[in-house]
Each structure stands twice: as C-alpha cells, then as structure tokens.
Nanobody, 119 residues
C-alpha cells in the first residue's frame, strides 16, 4: 500500500509565502503524475498544479506566476511553493499521486493540510 504524508501549511498574512511537501511511502512501483488540489469551504475540490515524472507542469490560472510545483523522484516527494498568497487561496490542500500498479494506475490522496491566508 502507498501512503501520502503531507507537511507544511498553516496561517499566513496576505502577500506571504508557504511551502507544502508530500512524501509517498510504501511499496512503490512507480509514481506517474503528482499534484496538489485544494478545497475551500462550500466549494468543490479543484486542481492547483500537477507535475509529471518527467517534470512537465500544469497550473490553475489562479495560481500561475505565484505557485511553483516541483518533485524529487528519488524521494517520491512533491513540493508546492506558494508566494504572494491571497485570502482566496485559503483552503485545505490535498496531495495526489497517480501510482503505477502491476496492471493499472490508481490514485492516492493525502489527508489534507490547511492553508489560511488572512487579509
């Protein structure tokens, strides 16, 4: 079984920075795309950023130029550097990993970490 453990997050003032990390552990054949999603109260979970094993990235328009996703394949870890944070970035942030099984790929989610940006 693969587990994702997130760290980082917390409370920051608008304009501040935070960093998130997510480490995968367990029996891992290969992790394909990793990413971060977020869910604000009363809203659906939305994509923040993804990164393939080859380093190709994709960002939500709302975070482009402010957030940077990266990963360390050797450590099976994905990071999210968040700069110029806005109150609307407040949400629970979830790590996602597409894990290659023996036959099919499947998705794993982290437990979520709270990010709160005060105005």
């Amino acid at each position: 079984q693969v587990q994702l453990v997130e760290s980082g997050g917390g409370l920051v003032q608008a304009g501040g920075t935070l960093s998130l990390s997510c480490a995968a552990s367990g029996t891992i054949r290969r992790i394909n795309t990793m990413g971060w999603y977020r869910q604000a109260p009363g809203k659906q979970r939305e994509l923040v950023a993804t990164i393939t094993s080859g380093g190709n990235t994709n960002y939500a328009d709302s975070v482009k130029g402010r957030f940077t996703i990266s990963r360390d394949n050797a450590k099976n870890t994905v990071y999210l550097q968040m700069n110029s944070l806005k109150p609307e970035d407040t949400a629970v942030y979830y790590c996602n990993a597409r894990v290659q099984g023996s036959v099919v790929e499947y998705a794993k989610w982290g437990q979520g970490t709270q990010v709160t940006v005060s105005s």
